[in-house]
């Protein structure tokens, strides 16, 4: 059986192996030494610690494959003069499509009323963190210590140091083609081991699916069910419409192939509910499996998980206006503007790991005047949205890539077309593309 499959049929089993979990450590009648076996040993014990060993295994693959990576697109990136266009045109299709998730949010949620009959008794116990100024923000991309941003993990630094230095190579003449080769070298190596490890996914995916389902009571989502389903819709929606309509609009490509390659890539972020741990699977399945250039993909990729994220900006216009029509505020034209604006740059801001959306939502609430201990009221369900918000992150940075790759003909339309092309196991290297 393909790894991919093994992939989703370990996510179904995750899921139902984990409700049942649930119904017996929540069942009455269930002894106590069962309920401490299955509870203490099995879940808090097995499934956590396999759990937790998959997601460091993805994360630690994430510093050297961004470094790599993109080292070696920004060097191999033959003529100069596009790297300042990419750049530009990345940006736009980033903030452009998270605006356009967040103004389809604030539709769709006035539209639903999902806030419109919910009865306030939350007690107002958030706590708000204080953003830091946008000068220390801008200034903090640029790194003093490369080698303090990758032990930190400091995404954006690790980018500007490694544009810098593909750069270097690529001016340094003959010292800089045996570095050069030396990095794609390693960029080979190290995306053999995302191969390798991405054979231990269907344990990881199971173990930390099982724990989730069996800890989280589904009941949480029916007082919230309104609220629940608007998010969900909204983000199908994105995630099936619009993106369908980009790809074929900018790129004429067809959308279907995309959602099928970008399956396992969406149970990786669904299972972590993390866009930085899947990053190396996104990557991978991207460059290899629908043909984007590395010179392109090096650095769309590894950026638009740091700062891309639709799903996390649909679920804060949902909330946003879940909250205010539960608090009775009625929002103005000029709230929803601020509402698209501060979003999609929370969004932005939002770090790569599960749950942060809701912490930024504290300043999308803020900058609309709505009250931040709003965000009591949907803690519930969160982890669960969190997960379909990172298959909808991933998704788009996907997307995203292809058009610019696309536009810049750095990208192998036979590769995209092949169902085949980078497939689980094939191991050879021969769906990598040539380089420019
Ligand atoms: N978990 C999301 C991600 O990593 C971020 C969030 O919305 O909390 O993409």
Redesign the pocket.
């Given at each position: 059986m393909s790894l991919t499959n093994r992939i989703l049929i370990s996510m179904v089993v995750g899921v139902l192996f984990g409700s049942l979990l649930n119904l017996l450590l929540h069942g009455a009648g269930v002894p106590e030494v069962v309920r401490t076996a299955l509870g203490d040993y099995l879940v808090g014990g097995l499934f956590d610690v396999v759990g937790r060993i998959f997601v460091a295994s993805l994360k630690l693959l994430v510093v050297p494959l961004v470094l790599v990576s993109l080292i070696c697109g920004s060097s191999s990136l033959g003529d100069r003069s596009r790297m300042g266009p990419i750049a530009v045109k990345t940006l736009v299709f980033y903030l452009g499509t998270t605006a356009v998730a967040v103004s389809v949010a604030l539709l769709f949620a006035v539209f639903i009323g999902p806030g419109n009959h919910v009865a306030l008794g939350v007690e107002a116990n958030f706590q708000v963190s204080v953003a830091p100024p946008l000068a220390d923000v801008l200034v903090d991309i640029f790194p003093s210590n490369p080698v303090k941003a990758m032990a930190e993990g400091k995404m954006l630094q690790i980018i500007v140091f490694a544009l810098l230095f593909g750069y270097a190579i690529s001016r340094a003449g003959e010292p800089g083609r045996r570095i050069a080769s030396f990095f794609r070298d390693m960029e080979s190596v190290v995306m053999k081991m995302v191969e390798v490890l991405m054979e231990l996914a269907p344990y990881g995916v199971f173990a930390l699916l099982a724990k989730l389902f069996s800890t989280m009571g589904i009941g949480a989502i029916l007082d919230l069910a309104a609220y629940f389903f608007t998010v969900l819709a909204v983000l199908l929606f994105h995630a099936l419409v619009v993106y369908s309509l980009m790809l074929r609009g900018f790129a004429g490509l067809s959308p279907r192939i995309l959602i099928a390659k970008m399956r396992p890539v969406w149970v990786f972020?669904f299972s972590?509910?993390?866009?930085?741990?899947?990053l190396p699977v996104t990557l991978r399945t991207v460059e290899r499996r629908m043909g984007v250039h590395n010179s392109v993909a090096g650095f769309t990729v590894p950026l638009g998980?740091t700062i891309n994220?639709d799903?996390?900006a649909i679920?804060q216009g949902v909330a946003t206006v879940f909250i205010a029509q539960v608090y009775g505020v009625d929002l103005s034209m000029t709230a929803f503007f601020t509402i698209i604006l501060t979003a999609t740059l929370a969004?932005v801001g939002?770090?790569?790991?599960?749950?942060?959306?809701?912490?930024?939502l504290a300043l999308v609430l803020e900058q609309a005047g709505l009250p931040v201990e709003g965000i009591a009221l949907i803690i519930g369900v969160?982890r669960l949205l969190?997960?379909v918000?990172?298959a909808v992150?991933?998704t788009g940075d996907a997307t995203v890539s292809i058009i610019v790759a696309r536009s810049e003909n750095q990208f192998d339309e036979q590769v995209y077309l092949d169902p085949r092309a980078g497939q689980d196991r094939d191991f050879s290297d021969e769906g990598v593309l040539p380089r420019a």
């Open positions: 972020a972590t509910a993390s866009s930085g741990a899947t998980a994220m799903g996390t679920m969004s939002t770090a790569a790991v599960p749950g942060v959306g809701l912490i930024t969160d969190d997960m918000r990172t992150n991933v």
